[in-house]
């Protein structure tokens, strides 16, 4: 995605864009880069002539690496309107392909494109002729699958990479498919000018996905474990610098003292006891106890080696501890400020109020379910999974696919309410309407 300029720069690939590359049913995440050797599908080649080319554009990967953009997708074996009516009489015994393979790799070595060989191949079959044009459109795809060298640029789209992520590790984004993806940002109501929280394992999938809807607008908390958070997955869609500033993060350690009122992002580690800087450890020139112990120990290396003039003096090495002092309070300093706004926007607990959680197993989210429904304060919770199945959508030929995906795991959505209700008690509930009288 480009940073700014005008209509025509964002639909034409610039240098330094995130881009997908698609070869066939296979897609692979990529940066634009000068000179940049790219492997994909055994394929090596460079992106340098693809600057300047709309997305979606088709190349073909001529010698020397080179792209060169296909003017005619079309193959021309497409063009053959001869066909047979039964496939019956044809006898599948490899005998009726007159080119051999020392042929094909002879063709190749000409420089002939797939194209060109897949006619060859068309012109040479005995029986191409016989097959009907069902059987002869799945020669001809099957034949370009494996003798064009094409690859097609596209611009990142959570849709493309969750297909890419699906299909090439799924195990990353805990097999999230793309279309419960979808669902995910339908039922959370995700849209721009959202106050969003999200927390994911999924290597930025989602969190890109959300950024993606919200286009810019609005504020995305990332709640996360550990030392950081994770967005392999968010630099893939490649977006502009003030799509990141929109983007906040909180550790998921310190909600808890935030919900208390005694979380404190001035100086110290939050949640720490006094005495603790922010960061995880000291600086290397702080006074402390592990100084002199650095100290001795170089310096019986210094007396040794200060008279070659090989290695540095205690000077340098002091103005070198000094100035990644600097640099690590700087990072602290930053992170701090990170935090402490994140802080601001969560202490308003003002949050959008639809959520979606998945799960690719159904047995957290049904525990999840009772503790919400015991628990109150939220509405319309729904546990649901998803079911995919792919239709080929061709004349006369329109049927499901037999091959599927078995499953992608399992949504539970709902909406929180407000559990108080303000400026009503007991005393002005409406009374009853029927009375029993007391016979006296």
């Not at 799924?170 to 039922?187: E, S, V």
């Not at 992002?265 to 006094?274: L, Q």
């Not at 040794?304 to 690590?328: C, F, H, M």
């Not at 399992?410 to 009853?432: C, W």
Request: glycine residues 8%.
């Amino acid at each position: 995605m480009a940073d700014g300029g005008d209509d025509d720069s964002l639909d034409k690939i610039n240098e330094g864009d995130h881009v997908v590359l698609k070869r066939g049913d296979i897609y692979k995440a990529v940066q634009i880069q000068s000179r940049k050797k790219v492997v994909f599908e055994k394929k090596w080649f460079f992106l340098d002539n693809a600057v300047g080319q709309l997305y979606s554009t088709t190349f073909d990967i001529v010698s020397g690496g080179e792209l060169q953009p296909v003017k005619d997708v079309q193959s021309a074996a497409c063009d053959v309107k001869e066909a047979g009516t039964d496939n019956r009489n044809i006898v599948d015994d490899g005998k009726s392909q007159k080119l051999t393979r020392e042929d094909i790799e002879t063709l190749k070595e000409q420089g002939l494109k797939g194209q060109e060989i897949i006619q060859q191949l068309i012109d040479n079959s005995s029986s191409f002729k016989n097959k009907t044009e069902y059987a002869q459109d799945k020669y001809i795809k099957k034949k370009k699958k494996k003798y064009e060298n094409t690859v097609t640029i596209l611009r990142p789209t959570s849709r493309i990479l969750a297909l890419m992520y699906h299909g090439r590790e799924p195990g990353k984004i805990c097999h999230l498919r793309f279309d419960t993806l979808a669902l995910m940002l339908n039922l959370a109501n995700i849209h721009a000018g959202s106050k969003v929280l999200v927390f994911e394992t999924c290597a930025g999938l989602v969190l890109g996905s959300i950024m993606e809807r919200m286009g810019g607008f609005g504020s995305v908390i990332q709640m996360y474990p550990g030392a950081g958070p994770v967005r392999a997955g968010v630099e893939n869609f490649g977006f502009p610098t003030h799509f990141h500033d929109t983007l906040h993060e909180f550790p998921i350690c310190h909600v808890n003292a935030l919900l208390a009122g005694t979380l404190d992002t001035r100086s110290k580690e939050p949640g720490t006891g006094e005495g603790n800087d922010f960061s995880e450890a000291p600086p290397a020139d702080v006074d402390g106890e592990e100084q002199p112990k650095t100290e001795q120990r170089d310096t019986p290396k210094n007396t040794e080696t200060n008279a070659g003039g090989d290695q540095p003096t205690d000077e340098e090495r002091e103005r070198s501890r000094e100035a990644k002092a600097l640099i690590k309070r700087a990072k602290q300093e930053e992170k701090r400020k990170r935090l402490a706004a994140a802080a601001a926007l969560l202490e308003g607990r003002n949050a959008d109020g639809p959520f979606a959680v998945y799960s690719q197993y159904k047995e957290p989210l049904v525990e999840c379910f009772t503790k919400l429904k015991e628990a109150g304060g939220t509405v319309n919770l729904r546990l649901t999974d998803t079911w995919l199945r792919h239709y080929q959508v061709l004349p006369n030929r329109t049927h499901p696919k037999l091959l599927m995906s078995g499953g992608s795991g399992y949504l539970l959505s709902g909406i929180t309410v407000e559990t108080e209700r303000s400026g009503q008690t007991d005393s002005e509930e409406p009374a009853a309407k029927k009375q029993k009288v007391t016979e006296s």
